[in-house]
């Protein structure tokens, strides 16, 4: 099954039979259900996660304050950035990760990802690569943060949460929202409202539609 699922989903690492056979005897596939908590903020890196299908996503918690920033997803075809770049310091980590659906997680021990890093340069070009897309969506995320207002920023937020999910309507709360965003229900639910004012979206119990232009 992990065979499968590089071949699949990671091609750069597939093409690499060494890599692959090595991979496939190191890692563990597993499946983890929504809201499992794959990487604390303050813990060391024991795993390096290859998401195979679902969805994760990385947060910036503000201890001080108690609200939490996402910062970017992790797809299928991809990892946490944020996991290697810790695991390569040895520090303790500054996100936390956590699942928001069902996934399949191709999971390799920390120490053996430390080895593959130093034995195949193929590993470290997907690591490149993935930093470079991941280092897009951040920028993305302080060009909204800063320079954008709260309505467009959830809007953002929102049609990116839509294209994900191959959906227009999705199915979440104004909590789920606000917790998110690093917001209070109250603020998001009345940013919801000045969106369907607009015509942008459409809000039922439960559910946000994003109407198209």
């Given at each position: 099954m992990i065979e499968a699922a590089l071949d699949t989903y990671f091609p750069l690492l597939a093409n690499m039979p060494e890599l692959k056979e090595e991979l496939i005897t190191i890692s563990s596939l597993n499946i983890f259900e929504a809201g499992t908590v794959i990487l604390k903020q303050g813990s060391y890196v024991k795993v390096i996660p290859l998401m195979v299908s679902g969805l994760a996503k990385v947060?910036?918690?503000?201890?001080?304050n108690g609200h939490e920033v996402l910062l970017?997803?992790?797809?299928?075809?991809?990892?946490?950035?944020m996991s290697m770049t810790t695991l390569l310091h040895n520090t303790t980590s500054k996100v936390k990760a956590i699942v928001e659906e069902r996934s399949e997680v191709v999971l390799i021990p920390a120490d053996k990802a430390m080895q593959i890093a130093k034995k195949y340069p193929k590993w470290n070009e997907f690591i490149y690569e993935l930093f470079n897309l991941k280092f897009d969506e951040l920028l993305n995320v302080i060009e909204i943060l800063t320079f954008s207002n709260k309505d467009i920023r959830l809007l953002e937020y929102l049609k990116k949460e839509a294209q994900l999910k191959n959906t227009n309507t999705?199915?979440?709360?104004?909590?789920h929202i606000a917790y998110d965003l690093g917001s209070s229900r109250e603020v998001i639910s009345r940013l919801l409202k000045k969106l369907e004012v607009k015509g942008l979206i459409k809000l039922a119990q439960g559910s946000v539609t994003i109407r198209s232009n």
């Open positions: 947060f910036k918690e503000e201890p001080e970017y997803y992790i797809k299928p075809g991809e990892s946490c950035i999705l199915q979440t709360t104004h909590q």
